[in-house]
């Protein structure tokens, strides 16, 4: 059931009372209850370095195990959400949402039997909760040291090109950094793969993307150099659709053979693996039709692995999730590699 927290939770055990839907004796037990609004999370947030990303959870309604004590009275749940749909919700019960639950396997799809992708009003709240935070992290990305950014685009690259994970892989799709969006450096990491083949691990096939409009339509293109990228009229490096000697390149959704790593860049993520993109849903869009296709196929979900400064590490709930967000199955930072999902953790032997 989700509770009331304006004062009416009197009706609700009346309700059941006349009801006849209270089970067993009369109880001081607590119903997986909290006692004090601390425990609530109303409390003003901020990210482990320090980023003020304002009331969390801003919107939500809270499930009964959460709820504060329920004295006198053991209580059955299903009993307890019929009776409360029965009851008029107030303005602001009307603006909560409900948890959002995640399914395990990669890659992941945030699912939720409340929320429908296309309910657009019910939501309006986590999208605005979206907005606030990456204005947030970017204030943060912009304030950041060079040097310190530096050290970091150092660090996380090296982490990358050492990794046994990133060695094995032989077809990945990147992300080409742009320095404008404060993006995690991939210019070493990439140049490096095309230029000299690994010693101790794998020849390897890079696609990069290349977005083809604003209604969320991006490409994964193979470049088999640096030379390979021009820039767009955002001055971001893509490949072309044909190569210099005018051939069509290969998209990653028309190979023969399926990719087993993405690197993804992203505004902020989070432990649980929650990624906060810039808005456009190009990565969610893409990452979406490419598991459907290796389902189709029957191949091996790729790794999802982001890349992420350490002021772009969220607390766990911090980042609100919608249907149709990609959860990560590792995190790269400075000071290493987070496994997330369990083939995070099979992969990167954890």
Same mark, same amino acid.
């Given at each position: 059931?989700?509770?009331?927290?304006?004062? %009416? /939770?009197?009706?609700?055990? !009346? &309700?059941?009372?006349?009801?006849?839907? $209270?089970?067993?004796?009369?109880? *001081?037990?607590?119903?997986?209850?909290?006692?004090?609004?601390?425990?609530?999370?109303?409390?003003?947030?901020?990210?482990?370095?320090?980023?003020?990303?304002?009331?969390?959870?801003?919107?939500?309604?809270?499930?009964?195990?959460?709820?504060?004590?329920?004295?006198?009275?053991?209580?059955?749940?299903?009993?307890?959400?019929?009776?409360?749909?029965?009851?008029?919700?107030?303005?602001?019960?009307?603006?909560?949402?409900?948890?959002?639950?995640?399914?395990?396997?990669?890659?992941?799809?945030?699912?939720?039997?409340?929320?429908?992708?296309?309910?657009?009003?019910?939501?309006?709240?986590?999208?605005?909760?979206?907005?606030?935070? %990456? /204005?947030?992290?970017?204030? !943060? &990305?912009?304030?950041?040291?060079?040097? $310190?950014?530096?050290?970091?685009? *150092?660090?996380?690259?090296?982490?990358?090109?050492?990794?046994?994970?990133?060695?094995?892989?032989?077809?990945?799709?990147?992300?080409?950094?742009?320095?404008?969006?404060?993006?995690?450096?991939?210019?070493?990491?990439?140049?490096?793969?095309?230029?000299?083949?690994?010693?101790?691990?794998?020849?390897?096939?890079?696609?990069?993307?290349?977005?083809?409009?604003?209604?969320?339509?991006?490409?994964?293109?193979?470049?088999?150099?640096?030379?390979?990228?021009?820039?767009?009229?955002?001055?971001?490096?893509?490949?072309?659709?044909?190569?210099?000697?005018?051939?069509?390149?290969?998209?990653?959704?028309?190979?023969?053979?399926?990719?087993?790593?993405?690197?993804?860049?992203? &505004?902020?993520?989070?432990?649980?693996?929650?990624?906060?993109?810039?808005?456009?849903?190009?990565?969610?869009?893409?990452?979406?039709?490419?598991?459907?296709?290796?389902?189709?196929?029957?191949?091996?979900?790729?790794?999802?692995?982001?890349?992420?400064?350490?002021?772009?590490?969220?607390?766990?709930?911090?980042?609100?999730?919608?249907?149709?967000?990609?959860?990560?199955?590792?995190?790269?930072?400075?000071?290493?590699?987070?496994?997330?999902?369990?083939?995070?953790?099979?992969?990167?032997?954890?």
């Amino acid at each position: 059931m989700f509770w009331d927290w304006e004062g %009416r /939770s009197w009706r609700i055990l !009346a &309700l059941m009372s006349k009801s006849g839907l $209270l089970q067993g004796k009369p109880t *001081n037990l607590v119903v997986n209850g909290c006692q004090n609004s601390a425990a609530f999370g109303l409390a003003n947030h901020r990210s482990p370095a320090g980023v003020d990303v304002g009331r969390s959870p801003k919107a939500r309604r809270w499930a009964i195990s959460e709820a504060p004590m329920i004295r006198n009275y053991k209580v059955s749940p299903s009993a307890a959400n019929l009776l409360f749909n029965r009851l008029a919700l107030s303005p602001f019960q009307q603006t909560l949402l409900p948890l959002s639950c995640c399914s395990s396997g990669s890659p992941k799809m945030a699912s939720n039997e409340s929320i429908k992708s296309g309910n657009e009003e019910q939501l309006k709240p986590i999208f605005e909760q979206k907005r606030v935070l %990456r /204005s947030s992290v970017r204030k !943060a &990305l912009k304030a950041m040291d060079p040097s $310190l950014r530096s050290h970091e685009d *150092n660090a996380i690259q090296s982490i990358v090109l050492e990794a046994p994970w990133f060695k094995s892989s032989q077809r990945l799709c990147a992300y080409v950094s742009c320095s404008a969006l404060r993006e995690v450096d991939t210019s070493r990491l990439l140049s490096e793969t095309l230029q000299h083949p690994p010693k101790d691990g794998y020849p390897k096939k890079i696609y990069v993307p290349r977005v083809e409009d604003k209604n969320s339509h991006m490409r994964m293109f193979n470049i088999s150099r640096m030379d390979d990228l021009i820039a767009n009229s955002m001055n971001i490096l893509e490949p072309a659709p044909v190569d210099g000697d005018g051939n069509q390149r290969e998209d990653v959704m028309q190979t023969k053979d399926p990719i087993d790593l993405l690197l993804l860049p992203g &505004l902020a993520f989070d432990k649980s693996g929650r990624r906060l993109g810039r808005g456009g849903g190009y990565y969610d869009t893409f990452l979406k039709n490419y598991q459907e296709l290796a389902k189709a196929r029957n191949w091996k979900q790729p790794l999802l692995v982001a890349l992420s400064y350490s002021v772009q590490i969220m607390d766990e709930g911090i980042i609100p999730l919608t249907p149709n967000d990609v959860l990560v199955d590792a995190l790269v930072t400075p000071s290493g590699v987070i496994p997330i999902s369990p083939a995070g953790l099979d992969k990167m032997k954890v």
